[in-house]
């Protein structure tokens, strides 16, 4: 149902316009820092990936514009193996310095993905190596927690050596044809934000030692189901529980929170209403009929009309002292 609201909350907030998916995809010799750096190192990806963006589109070299971006972190792949990488949902045009609202100039295309790929390689690695310094740039001291840690077994100075070696080597960054309308897009990552690296749905059985794993995009494997043993399953799964407080999906130019008159602005140009948030979040039962409209259950047996939802508050027990004792 979390993920039902946060459907809707991007619906209302989306502009009339085309979209383009964009895919950030980091080396996978960097998930052992990452590992290490669980909050901090998906920060600045996530940095690193819309300061990318921004800063060419921007340029009037491209669109001369800010765009709105709606920003997924995710750390998996089909097997469940570590693969961190950024989903970006991006407008294809943006709001200018004059304020108006300013399409792409060529249809189909956002930018080169070369050039987005190595300006985001440079700035990412950038951060990486800012990020183990213990001071700011101007000399202050950075609390501990804007600080990355060498991973156990390596030193300060192998992580840079890591950094100048991967800064030598093409990164990967796929940027998708526009699609009219960001709904199938929402869906497809709404499907991640709250689930996780798999669905109950997902797993075909379990014969006490091995489990069967339905791929999520079975179209791009010859088999549609693998196999794990018990352990490496629960192990693969436990790998991509985020540390606490870790924002996984963020909002950028004109859909961040602080723009919502340059994004009214827009959306006026295009013919939209005001955007207004979600202040009240609708009513478990309203979101199940939005879910299962024909489901059953949710209605009386004897007279079809809807059941009514009743809280009945058990307040708690402690224990007996014997219990507590032993």
């Given amino acids: 149902m979390e993920t039902e609201v946060w459907l809707e909350r991007r619906q209302l907030q989306a502009l009339d316009c085309p979209y383009h998916h964009v895919i ?6 960097l998930h052992v820092v990452w590992r290490w750096n669980l909050k901090f190192f998906t920060h600045l990806m996530f940095l690193a990936a819309w300061h990318s963006l921004k800063e060419l589109l921007e340029s009037d070299r491209w669109l001369g514009a800010r765009p709105g971006v709606i920003a997924v972190f995710q750390s998996w792949d089909d097997h469940m ?3 961190c990488h950024l989903h970006f949902i991006v407008t294809a045009g943006g709001l200018d ?5 300013k399409p792409m100039p060529t249809k189909d295309f956002l930018i080169p993905k070369r050039v987005l790929s190595t300006k985001f390689r440079g700035k990412f690695l950038a951060y990486l190596r800012q990020g183990f310094s213990k001071v700011t740039k101007n000399g202050e001291p950075k609390p501990d927690e804007h600080i990355l840690r060498a991973p156990l077994g390596m030193s300060v100075q192998q992580c840079f050596n890591l ?6 080597i093409r990164w990967n960054v796929e940027i998708d044809k526009p699609k009219d ?11 991640y934000i709250r689930q996780g690296p798999i669905s109950e749905k997902r797993i075909v059985s379990y014969d006490g030692e091995t489990v069967t ?4 995009h079975p179209e791009k494997h010859d088999h549609p189901t693998f196999q794990l043993d018990a352990q490496t399953f629960i192990g693969r799964l436990l790998y991509h529980v985020p540390a606490r ?5 963020r909002s950028y130019g004109l859909f961040a929170s602080a723009s919502i008159k340059k994004l009214n602005q827009t959306r006026a140009q295009l013919g939209q209403e005001p ?3 979600i202040t009240e979040l609708p009513h478990a039962q309203e979101l199940l009929l939005r879910m299962f409209p024909d489901w059953e259950a949710i209605k009386c047996p004897v007279c079809g009309k809807l059941l009514i939802t009743v809280y009945v508050d058990r307040y708690a027990h402690s224990p007996p002292v014997e219990l507590l004792a032993a």
Avoid: F, M
């Fill in 81 to 83: 193996k570590q693969h």
């Fill in 181 to 191: 309308h960001p709904e199938r897009l929402h869906k497809y990552l709404g499907r």
């Fill in 24 to 29: 950030y995809t980091i080396s996978h010799d």
């Fill in 245 to 249: 407080c870790t924002h996984l999906v």
């Fill in 213 to 216: 794993i339905a791929y999520a």
């Fill in 97 to 101: 310095k004059n304020g108006k609202w």
């Fill in 275 to 277: 955007y207004k948030p």
């Fill in 163 to 168: 950094l100048n070696k991967l800064g030598r």
